[in-house]
T-cell receptor, first 115, second 111 residues
Framework: AQSVTQLDSQVPVFEEAPVELRCNYSSSVSVYLFWYVQYPNQGLQLLLKYLSGSTLVKGINGFEAEFNKSQTSFHLRKPSVHISDTAEYFCAVTERYTGRRALTFGSGTRLQVQP | NAGVTQTPKFQVLKTGQSMTLQCAQDMNHNSMYWYRQDPGMGLRLIYYSASEGTTDKGEVPNGYNVSRLNKREFSLRLESAAPSQTSVYFC??????????FGAGTRLSVL
């Protein structure tokens, strides 16, 4: 079994400031890691993913995340946020090497960008 | 370029009524999923289907049934709706690299 913990339920930040959204996971097997973004009243869309290779992954809209296996973390960062980044962000994990592809999600972090 | 399509977008039911949520994908994906989203709890898996003709329970299957009608369609049925099933329901499908694609969701209220 696996679990995902998003340490902050809400993160207020001023426009053009940097931001980090934290994610820790627990799993007994190797995993794939994802960040999804949900804008108000919309479905989820993929922001970025870690499947293998470089531990620093870049996604859409200037976001990036770093996979840290020893700390079982996958924190999301952006050096300068915009008002349009206001949304809810979900970290998710799924097991490698199994037929079960369903995602386990964290509880979400609401990013509120203020002018 | 529709991706994953869910119907209806909104629904209000009375306790005890039944309904089916429809989902279709046009990306030729084998795997499909139903999740529910509740405030502060992220998304939780209700049922999934690894391929046409197979379905498996997820984390919160009680009170729901599913049908994988063909490769494109995966429906979710509430036989006797309860207020605890008030939620936003998302259907998704996944490609071979495990990336999931989500529909726009169905907002269900059970009174």
């Amino acid at each position: 079994a696996q679990s995902v913990t998003q340490l902050d339920s809400q993160v207020p930040v001023f426009e053009e400031a940097p931001v980090e959204l934290r994610c820790n996971y627990s799993s007994s097997v190797s995993v794939y890691l994802f960040w999804y973004v949900q804008y108000p009243n919309q479905g989820l869309q993929l922001l970025l993913k870690y499947l293998s290779g470089s531990t620093l992954v870049k996604g859409i809209n200037g976001f990036e995340a770093e996979f840290n296996k020893s700390q079982t973390s996958f924190h999301l960062r952006k050096p300068s946020v915009h008002i349009s980044d206001t949304a809810e962000y979900f970290c998710a994990v799924t097991e490698r090497y199994t037929g079960r592809r369903a995602l386990t999600f964290g509880s979400g972090t609401r990013l509120q960008v203020q002018p | 370029n529709a991706g994953v399509t869910q119907t209806p977008k909104f629904q209000v039911l009375k306790t005890g009524q039944s309904m089916t949520l429809q989902c279709a994908q046009d990306m030729n994906h084998n795997s499909m999923y139903w999740y529910r989203q509740d405030p502060g709890m992220g998304l939780r898996l209700i049922y999934y289907s690894a391929s046409e003709g197979t379905t498996d329970k997820g984390e919160v299957p009680n009170g729901y049934n599913v049908s994988r009608l063909n490769k494109r369609e995966f429906s979710l049925r509430l036989e006797s709706a309860a207020p605890s099933q008030t939620s936003v329901y998302f259907c998704a499908s996944s490609d071979p690299s495990n990336i999931q694609y989500f529909g726009a969701g169905t907002r269900l209220s059970v009174l």
